[in-house]
């Protein structure tokens, strides 16, 4: 046996924890494009969507973009995906287009 540690060697995080090298109150690493951890703080903070109720049957949504000037991306649910779009106007107003799939009800709440 070698003293190389392997890339799949999982040693180095006995003892560790998990979310040890997560920010505070997220369970998910931004360190790592393939975490998809950017994708759901995104997700949530930015496309503002966030399940309400089991099986994202009824979800909020509340965009936060920020300074950008739109932002889009779609919301896996059981019963299909939510597909979102905020536009900054003119007027600084957010104009929101969202779909959702039947069965998932969707509270905009403007900011």
Same mark, same amino acid.
């Given at each position: 046996? #070698?003293?190389?540690?392997?890339?799949?060697? &999982? $040693? =180095? %995080?006995? /003892?560790? /924890?998990?979310? +040890? &090298?997560?920010?505070?109150?997220?369970?998910?690493s931004?360190? *790592?494009? @393939?975490?998809?951890g !950017?994708?759901? @703080? =995104?997700?949530? &903070?930015? %496309? /503002?969507?966030?399940?309400?109720?089991?099986g994202?049957?009824?979800?909020v +949504?509340? !965009?936060?973009l920020g *300074? %950008?000037? @739109?932002a889009? /991306?779609?919301? !896996?649910? !059981? %019963?299909?995906?939510?597909?979102?779009? *905020?536009e900054?106007?003119?007027?600084? $107003?957010?104009?929101?287009?969202?779909?959702?799939?039947? #069965?998932?009800?969707?509270?905009?709440?403007? =900011?």
């Amino acid at each position: 046996m #070698g003293e190389t540690m392997g890339a799949t060697d &999982h $040693s =180095l %995080l006995v /003892g560790q /924890g998990i979310g +040890v &090298h997560c920010y505070v109150a997220y369970q998910y690493s931004f360190c *790592h494009g @393939w975490a998809s951890g !950017p994708t759901a @703080w =995104l997700s949530q &903070h930015v %496309l /503002g969507v966030k399940p309400v109720e089991p099986g994202s049957t009824r979800v909020v +949504v509340s !965009p936060k973009l920020g *300074h %950008l000037r @739109w932002a889009e /991306g779609s919301y !896996p649910t !059981p %019963l299909g995906p939510i597909h979102v779009r *905020h536009e900054r106007q003119a007027d600084v $107003s957010i104009k929101s287009d969202i779909r959702a799939p039947n #069965g998932v009800t969707v509270d905009l709440q403007d =900011l």
